[in-house]
C-alpha cells in the first residue's frame, strides 16, 4: 500500500490511498492520481504532441511535419480528444481563405509543461545511455 498527498491549495491537502478508495473525476473512477494523469497524458503521441504544443501554438502541418513517423488519422485523433480533455485548444480563422487551424495549450494544458519537460529528460537520460539516433527519412508523396 501507499498514499499519495496532493496539495489542493495552502490550506487543503487531500490524500488519496491507492489500495482502498477510488478518486472520481469527470465521472470516472481512478485507482489512483498516477492514472489520471495517464488518462490524460496516455499513449504514444499526446505526449509527443503536447511537447510540440509547450512552446507555441503551432497549425496542423507544423504539428505533421515535426511528427513525420504519426499518420494523419492518428494525430487528428490525438488531437481532438487532448481538445476535449480541455488540455489543446483549437482555434480556426476563417477571415480569408485557405482556412487555417492552430492549436495550443490552455491554461490546464500549461500545467502539464513540468510533467513533459521530466519525461522529457528521463527519456534523454535513457537515450543516452542505451540508445542510438536512427534518421528518418521523409515520405515523398507518389
Known sequence: MFAITIQLDS???????????????NGKLYPCSTSVTMDFIGGKWKT???????????????????????????????LKQLEND???????????????????LTKFGKTL???LEAISNWGNQICES???IVKVEEKKPQ
Open 11 to 25: 490550506s487543503k491537502i487531500m490524500k488519496i490511498k491507492c489500495d482502498s478508495e477510488l478518486i472520481k473525476l
Open 48 to 78: 509527443v504532441i503536447l511537447f510540440h504544443l509547450k512552446d507555441g501554438s503551432k497549425r496542423y502541418n507544423e504539428l505533421r511535419k515535426s511528427m513525420p513517423v504519426v499518420t494523419e488519422r492518428t494525430l487528428s485523433l490525438q
Open 86 to 104: 480541455g488540455i489543446v485548444k483549437r482555434k480556426v480563422y476563417t477571415t480569408k481563405p485557405p482556412l487555417k487551424v492552430e492549436y495550443s
Open 113 to 115: 509543461i513540468p510533467v
Open 130 to 132: 542505451e540508445g542510438e
